[in-house]
Structure formats: C-alpha cells, structure tokens
T-cell receptor, first 114, second 109 residues
Framework: DAGVTQSPTHLIKTRGQHVTLRCSPISGHKSVSWYQQVLGQGPQFIFQYYEKEERGRGNFPDRFSARQFPNYSSELNVNALLLGDSALYLC?????????????FGPGTRLTVL | AQRVTQPEKLLSVFKGAPVELKCNYSYSGSPELFWYVQYSRQRLQLLLRHISRESIKGFTADLNKGETSFHLKKPFAQEEDSAMYYCALSAYNTDKLIFGTGTRLQVFP
C-alpha cells in the first residue's frame, strides 16, 4: 500500500485563478481531512469529510471547498487564489472511530500563487 | 481559544545529550495530545500520543494538566532524531488536529 497519495506534487498558479487538489486515502479509510501548512507554521485544519459528507470545517473563507467521492477520494478546490494561499496542502485519512491518532498523512501538494 | 504553543523554533544538541521539546496548550475541555514528527523528505507521521503513555524511539511525553503542558523528552539524543517535531491536540474522537508551529531538532555528532 502506497499510503495516502496526493496529486499534483507541485503547482504554480496566478492570482485569481482556481485550483483543484486531489487525494486518495489508504484503502479502507473512509475519512479524509485537509490541512494547509504555510511556510514556518504548523498545519491548519481546513475540512474533514466522512462518507461524502462534511464533518468539520476550519476557519477558512468560502473560496475553499471540498468534496468526497464514492471511492472515498477527495478534492480540495480553491477559487480566486490569493498570494497568501501559497502553502503545502496536506491530506490525511483514517479508519473511522478508531481515534484521531490513526490519521495518516500524504506527502502534500505544494501550491505557489504568483 | 484552542491553541498549541511550541516556544522553540530550533533546538540544537550534541549526540548523547538529553532533549526536551516544550509544548503548552490551551483548551477548555479534555483534549487528546500528540507529537508528530517529520524527517527530512518524509511525510508527517505520528510519534506518540498521551493516551497510550508509551515510549517510542526512546521518546516520552507526560501530560501535565495543571501546567497545560505536554513536553517531549529523550534522555540521550541520537543523530537520527534530527527532524521537525510538532505538538498537536484534538477534541475527543474528532479529526481536527490543532498543531503548534513546530520545533526543529538538530542533533550534532
């Protein structure tokens, strides 16, 4: 098992554009969470999805949205990109109801907004 | 407000020296506390959690509710311990992790 996978690995966009990031959880994992990690900071929680429903949302503007598909993969969408959206975006998956400590993180997608 | 504070951005020690990475938290209920580690060119991974009270790779962390701290300790640092360490908390049985800003540990030979 390759673990949590994310695509693309790197992405460069310009202000005002939109972006879609993708995450494939570990097989059998039904819960997916998204985090934003700005350089020099710890990861910040954006969303959690379980069984295709949003179960948690962090303090991010409505420009950020996400969804989960029947195969439990997930997409994070960001509209009207700002320079401050430049960050590493992490996806994490876990088997539900086995405690938060069983979250497994992907390698991240590095987004640069110019 | 829920917050995790790691006061040291960088901690440098020599091999064999004791290590203590500090973590303080602010949370209104009873949180779960964790330490995550990120080695060079690797993904973020769980190191240990307060509930299990276990020692991983020689590291231990004790939850002190009175001081709202969860410091990470190791009596004898090894070069392979060099990494970025993040303290994090979550409410019980939720996926939302609140991370500190991280401490980079450098262990010199």
């Amino acid at each position: 098992d390759a673990g949590v996978t994310q695509s693309p690995t790197h992405l460069i966009k310009t202000r005002g554009q939109h972006v879609t990031l993708r995450c494939s959880p570990i097989s059998g994992h039904k819960s997916v969470s998204w985090y934003q990690q700005v350089l020099g900071q710890g990861p910040q929680f954006i969303f959690q999805y379980y069984e295709k429903e949003e179960r948690g949302r962090g303090n991010f503007p409505d420009r950020f949205s996400a969804r989960q598909f029947p195969n439990y993969s997930s997409e994070l969408n960001v509209n009207a990109l700002l320079l401050g959206d430049s960050a590493l975006y992490l996806c994490a998956s876990r088997v539900p109801w086995q405690g938060t400590d069983t979250q497994y993180f992907g390698p991240g997608t590095r987004l640069t907004v110019l | 407000a829920q917050r995790v504070t790691q006061p040291e951005k960088l901690l440098s020690v020599f091999k064999g020296a004791p290590v203590e990475l500090k973590c303080n938290y602010s949370y209104s209920g009873s949180p779960e506390l964790f330490w995550y580690v990120q080695y060079s060119r690797q993904r973020l991974q769980l190191l240990l959690r307060h509930i299990s009270r276990e020692s991983i790779k020689g590291f231990t962390a004790d939850l002190n509710k009175g001081e709202t701290s969860f410091h990470l300790k190791k009596p004898f640092a090894q070069e392979e311990d060099s990494a970025m360490y993040y303290c994090a908390l979550s409410a019980y049985n939720t996926d939302k992790l609140i991370f500190g800003t991280g401490t980079r540990l450098q262990v010199f030979p």
